[in-house]
């Protein structure tokens, strides 16, 4: 083995970033990958509509929850060790996921890859930090960003290629190669480390409250069409939530070791940067969802066309958000996200212009635009939240930020697939009206529009009939995508509009933190 590459003190950190970079490259590319794979999904495991959501909700959730908690824990008990039980935990779900018979397991085993992920992130940054020292720490944080980016670009073409020549479930086997090494690179290279300093209690009830607070509304959002929103089981998780809620309020309020310290929201630009983290993450992830479902289903384009599709969108926000960057300090970050969020709500108007017969020369300046609204808002957005506190803090106000982001990620595929799910139900039952199609069987196409999976719904149904049920199922599936991506657009405009309102300019503005001796303050690109 040549000299360079045998582990010694010299090249010791540079393994050791090696390692952190493989496993962020794992969990950035599972924010994207998973999209284009949904439509084999959904007719694999004949999921329902709501199935897929939570495909996602559940990912995002468990890692929105546990974020914070997991790089204070890596701070009490070490860095190391709580970063290769993420990775383990991660590479041992992902293999279940791969394994799934069936849409209950691949649910739950996306839940626990949340959990996994949630420990990684933080660890990455933190173990590069306590790695390098502080002349070499804004280089290795620079790659450990790269990395990030080129994982959210790859994503859907990766995704879509597996999907379409080995299946679905070879997405979530790449990670395995990906553990080992990790792991085996960690344990040989990276030295363990703590924070003596930090309180050691865990905050345990926050996580709880807030726990069930945002499972409880979710769960409500997802399945409130096919329960009824009037019905107990509805109203009691909306009860429930609401108590959620409150006692986390409560908890992080009075609670000696906080994961949010609500302090720092007395500052209107970091009030007005979380609140951008959610509504981008919920316009972002809520477009991911339903666009790679409609490019499958509807235009019948490969998993791998449609994962190629959406490269414009993933390629113009890396190109986009480093410039963002460097304008965010001369300019600061509000002229950037106010006019990126519009270009977002500009993108989502388009799109919920498409109709059947939509080619991809509408989409691809949809698409565009959306990279570029995104690629100017995301480190804007990082940066607004920094400035916006003491660099001492900066560690915990990124924690908070990317649990915002992760959050609102979760409501836009779960508010808006409500939404979906409600005017595609209205719309199935007004055009079916003539044909006499029980409710049971309405419901049944409602959960698989423009699946192909109708047509089993229907066997034995005469050809005319069939093809006025397949023609309602098409129209109806476009018709609910368009309102949704309508409110998507709408919520896209109450961000920009948020954003001016509070983020303060750039000469009320604080020094921003150098990412050389804080580099949790350096988000990484994506969701």
Same mark, same amino acid.
């Given at each position: 083995?040549?000299?360079r ?24 590319l599972?924010?994207?990958?998973v ?8 007719r694999d ?27 204070r ?5 070490g ?12 590479a ?5 996921? %791969? /394994? ?5 397991? &691949? *649910?739950? +085993? ?7 992920? =949630?420990f990684m ?10 790695t390098?020292?502080a002349?070499e ?5 620079g ?5 990030s980016?080129l994982?959210l ?19 979530f086997?790449?990670?395995?190669p ?18 003596p300093?930090v ?13 069930v %607070? /945002?499972?409880a509304l979710?769960?409500? &959002? *997802?399945e +409130?069409?096919r ?5 107990? =089981?509805?109203?009691?998780?909306l ?17 000696r070791a ?8 007395r500052?209107?630009?970091?009030l007005?940067?979380n ?7 919920f ?15 509807i ?14 969108a993933t390629v113009?926000?890396?190109v986009a ?14 002229? &950037? ?26 989409l691809?300046?949809?698409f565009?635009?959306?990279g570029?609204g995104?690629g100017?808002?995301?480190s ?6 920094m ?8 560690g ?11 959050v609102?990620?979760t409501?836009?595929?779960?508010a ?9 139900r209205t ?13 049971g ?12 999976a ?38 896209a ?5 948020l954003a ?11 020094k921003?933190?150098?990412?050389a ?8 690109v994506?969701v």
């Amino acid at each position: 083995m040549p000299e360079r590459l045998r582990l010694n003190e010299q090249n010791r950190k540079w393994w050791t970033l090696a390692a952190m970079c493989f496993a962020l490259f794992m969990i950035m590319l599972d924010n994207t990958v998973v999209n284009v794979a949904l439509p084999s999904i959904q007719r694999d495991l004949h999921a329902s509509i709501s199935s897929l959501e939570w495909t996602v909700n559940a990912y995002t959730l468990t890692f929105a929850v546990l974020l914070v908690t997991g790089g204070r824990l890596g701070d009490i008990f070490g860095r190391r060790r709580m970063f290769l039980f993420g990775v383990v935990v991660f590479a041992v779900s992902s293999a279940a996921i %791969g /394994l799934a018979p069936d849409q209950g397991w &691949l *649910v739950a +085993g996306r839940a626990i890859q949340g959990i996994g992920g =949630a420990f990684m992130m933080p660890g990455t940054l933190s173990i590069i930090s306590n790695t390098f020292p502080a002349r070499e720490r804004g280089r290795a944080i620079g790659t450990w960003a790269g990395v990030s980016a080129l994982a959210l670009a790859l994503g859907p073409a990766v995704g879509g290629a597996l999907t379409e020549y080995v299946s679905w479930r070879a997405i979530f086997f790449l990670n395995l190669p990906v553990a080992v090494g990790a792991v085996l690179v960690t344990l040989f290279a990276a030295r363990e480390s703590r924070d003596p300093s930090v309180d050691r209690t865990g905050d345990y009830p926050g996580i709880a409250a807030l726990s069930v %607070g /945002l499972t409880a509304l979710v769960l409500a &959002l *997802v399945e +409130g069409n096919r329960w009824h929103w009037g019905s107990p =089981a509805i109203v009691s998780l909306l009860a429930t939530a609401v108590v959620g809620i409150v006692a986390f309020v409560l908890v992080e309020r009075h609670g000696r070791a906080p994961m949010v310290q609500f302090e720092y929201f007395r500052s209107r630009s970091f009030l007005g940067a979380n609140s951008v983290a959610f509504i981008v993450s919920f316009a972002m992830l809520a477009m991911f969802f339903f666009m790679a479902l409609y490019m499958q289903n509807i235009l019948h384009y490969t998993p791998l066309e449609a994962g190629i599709r959406f490269l414009p969108a993933t390629v113009v926000i890396i190109v986009a958000s480093p410039i963002a960057g460097r304008l965010s300090d001369r300019i600061g970050p509000r002229p &950037l996200i106010t006019a990126g969020l519009t270009l977002v709500a500009v993108a989502l108007f388009l799109q919920s212009r498409v109709t059947v017969h939509s080619g991809y020369a509408q989409l691809l300046p949809a698409f565009s635009l959306m990279g570029l609204g995104m690629g100017f808002t995301m480190s804007p957005m990082s940066t607004a939240a920094m400035n916006a506190i003491t660099p001492d803090k900066a560690g915990a106000a990124s924690g908070i930020l990317s649990m915002f982001r992760m959050v609102g990620g979760t409501f836009g595929v779960a508010a808006i697939g409500a939404l979906f799910q409600s005017l595609a139900r209205t719309r199935i039952d007004e055009r079916l009206t003539g044909l006499h199609v029980p409710a049971g069987v309405r419901s049944q196409l409602v959960d698989n529009l423009g699946s192909g999976a109708g047509a089993k719904v229907l066997h034995g149904s005469d050809p005319h009939r069939a093809a006025q049920i397949a023609s309602a199922m098409h129209d109806a599936f476009i018709h609910a995508l368009s309102g949704a991506l309508t409110l998507s657009c709408g919520v896209a405009a109450v961000g920009a509009v948020l954003a001016f309102a509070l983020i303060e300019p750039l000469r009320a503005l604080g020094k921003r933190p150098d990412p050389a001796r804080h580099p949790e303050a350096a988000e990484p690109v994506g969701v």
